[in-house]
């Protein structure tokens, strides 16, 4: 009869090894980790985040780079926060981390109207902070949780609710060109990280403190998401990887390439000897 506590640990172990693989891929195709890098991870208590600091933590002590890591946390000063939990869990596992505290939520609550959803603000508002603290204490790379789930959610959000053909990158310039925001996440699936977590048992702490309504369009799109991986086993695999093989000529952005040059584009279209069709027929007539 198999043991229960052995079956959990070979689990454990199956789970971890996909983290650090699909992690690993993620920082090597990406270039997000390179010598030197003074990484800040950060830490909002969830269990993505939680999983990201885990498996970095882990990838570092093998990793052919030296790089820093610091968790940081931002307090926003919501009602019911449990401040104790952050810092008394980086103490145990000795990582150096540090807690900004800056009321966003009165200004939130200020701002947004009673019953509105009010994470679009919250998450603008954090991120500056976050942007400020990383250009004040040389930090070079800037790691959020955002796994491969949120990036399909937020690639359909954008094409039902936006209008755009746009996701979220593995890797991001910021829009000041300051900061350079990493996803080690990118290639993992939310219900691996799910199952990491709950073997970890990490202090998780809510994110409804605020009160906000849930976003019900990304709400709607986790749902599709879900139906499509229960129903059409790959179908997400074969999305994700669509994001990563974009054909411009075969979509329809004047921006993005150039249609009403084709004409021209013909004309200087190479031969096999390296020369335009226009210098083939310059030379025949010589």
Not at 19 to 24: D, E
Not at 38 to 47: P, R
Not at 112 to 123: D, W
Not at 227 to 251: C, H, M, Y
Request: glycine share 6%.
């Amino acid at each position: 009869m198999t043991d229960p506590t052995q079956k959990s640990r070979t689990q454990f172990n199956k789970l971890q090894k996909r983290l650090r693989h699909y992690v690993g891929d993620a920082i090597a195709d990406y270039n997000m980790i390179e010598e030197g890098d003074k990484v800040m991870v950060c830490l909002s208590g969830g269990k993505d985040s939680y999983t990201m600091l885990d498996i970095l933590l882990n990838l570092q002590k093998t990793a052919p780079v030296n790089f820093e890591l610091i968790a940081v946390n931002l307090d926003q000063k919501q009602p019911g926060f449990p401040e104790h939990v952050l810092p008394e869990y980086l103490s145990s596992i000795g990582v150096p981390y540090h807690i900004i505290e800056k009321d966003t939520y009165s200004v939130v609550k200020r701002v947004i109207p009673e019953g509105a959803t009010t994470c679009g603000l919250c998450s603008r508002l954090r991120r500056g902070t976050l942007y400020g603290y990383a250009e004040a204490n040389g930090i070079t790379k800037i790691a959020l949780g955002h796994h491969r789930d949120d990036i399909l959610e937020t690639f359909f959000l954008n094409i039902f609710y936006g209008g755009k053909l746009k996701a979220m990158p593995p890797k991001l310039l910021s829009d000041d060109k300051k900061n350079i925001v990493i996803r080690p996440l990118a290639y993992c699936r939310e219900k691996d990280i799910e199952g990491f977590s709950t073997f970890r048992n990490y202090p998780i702490i809510p994110c409804n403190l605020c009160g906000s309504q849930e976003n019900l369009q990304r709400k709607a799109m986790k749902v599709m998401l879900k139906v499509w991986d229960k129903q059409f086993p790959g179908r997400l695999e074969t999305i994700f990887t669509s994001l990563q093989n974009v054909a411009p000529s075969q979509l329809a952005d004047t921006q993005l390439f150039d249609f009403p040059g084709l004409a021209l584009a013909r004309e200087l279209q190479p031969t096999a000897q390296g020369i335009t069709i226009t210098e083939g027929l310059e030379v025949l007539a010589q």
